[in-house]
Nanobody, 128 residues
Framework: QVRLVESGGGLVQAGGSLRLSCAAS????????MGWFRQAPGKEREFVAA????????YYGDSVKGRFTISKDNAKNTVYLQMNSLEPEDTAVYYC?????????????????????RGQGTPVTVSS
């Protein structure tokens, strides 16, 4: 069973930056595809970013392209989400998710239900 623990969330002003981390334990991290999702109050969960097992492929939601960067450090069992140029619309709880092996359909990267394991979330609040 994968245990995922997110950290790095908090309060930031619009235009600022945050880096979220998700540490995984109990697994061979290099075997896992990783994703970030978010859910704002009163809204549906939204795909943010995903990265392949090797780290060679990355995917982003349209609303964060060019501002967020996902990366993976297999040696540290950690996936990161660097968030720049934050906007009040980025306010949400951010969830890390992990799936063993590779997704063979690109659409699976974008679906929260495709991932076997999910973290508890870390809140991000962007003030205007």
């Amino acid at each position: 069973q994968v245990r995922l623990v997110e950290s790095g969330g908090g309060l930031v002003q619009a235009g600022g930056s945050l880096r979220l981390s998700c540490a995984a334990s109990g697994v061979t991290f290099s075997s896992y595809t990783m994703g970030w999702f978010r859910q704002a109050p009163g809204k549906e969960r939204e795909f943010v970013a995903a990265i392949s097992r090797t780290g060679l492929k990355t995917y982003y939601g349209d609303s964060v392209k060019g501002r967020f960067t996902i990366s993976k450090d297999n040696a540290k069992n950690t996936v990161y989400l660097q968030m720049n140029s934050l906007e009040p619309e980025d306010t949400a709880v951010y969830y890390c998710a992990a799936h063993i092996r590779t997704f063979y359909r690109e659409t699976d990267y974008y679906r929260f239900e495709s991932y076997d394991n999910r973290g508890q979330g870390t809140p991000v609040t962007v003030s205007s």
